[in-house]
Nanobody, 126 residues
Framework: QVQLVESGGGLVQPGGSLRLSCAAS?????????MGWHRQAPGKQRELVAV???????NYADSMEGRFTISRDNAKNTVYLQMNSLKPEDTAVYYCNADRVIYYSGSSYYTKLDNWGQGTQVTVSS
């Protein structure tokens, strides 16, 4: 089965930086389509932060563009989120997503849709 594991969250002061990582594992992964980051603040709906295609095309939510940078290493099945100039309103649980994962198991190929990590807490506070 496919697993997404995030890391890199924590407490940072306003204006600071953090780098989140999310690695897909658990089986022989052949290809991952889009990978992205979403976040959910207390009392709010989950929202898109950024997404990156397998070829490197990126899209950002308007409020994050210019401060956040998404990247990926296809050889490591890992997506990153570099967050700079963090603000208190960036405080949230950040979730990694892989919309379509093709993997090999036994003697067959499988596709698993809508894969999510467990989330990592980011707190921006002085």
């Amino acid at each position: 089965q496919v697993q997404l594991v995030e890391s890199g969250g924590g407490l940072v002061q306003p204006g600071g930086s953090l780098r989140l990582s999310c690695a897909a594992s658990g089986t022989t992964i052949v290809k991952i389509n889009n990978m992205g980051w979403h976040r959910q603040a207390p009392g709010k709906q989950r929202e898109l932060v950024a997404v990156i295609g397998s070829g490197g095309t990126t899209n950002y939510a308007d409020s994050m563009e210019g401060r956040f940078t998404i990247s990926r290493d296809n050889a490591k099945n890992t997506v990153y989120l570099q967050m700079n100039s963090l603000k208190p309103e960036d405080t949230a649980v950040y979730y990694c997503n892989a919309d379509r994962v093709i993997y090999y198991s036994g003697s067959s190929y499988y596709t698993k849709l809508d894969n999510w990590g467990q989330g990592t807490q980011v707190t921006v506070s002085s």
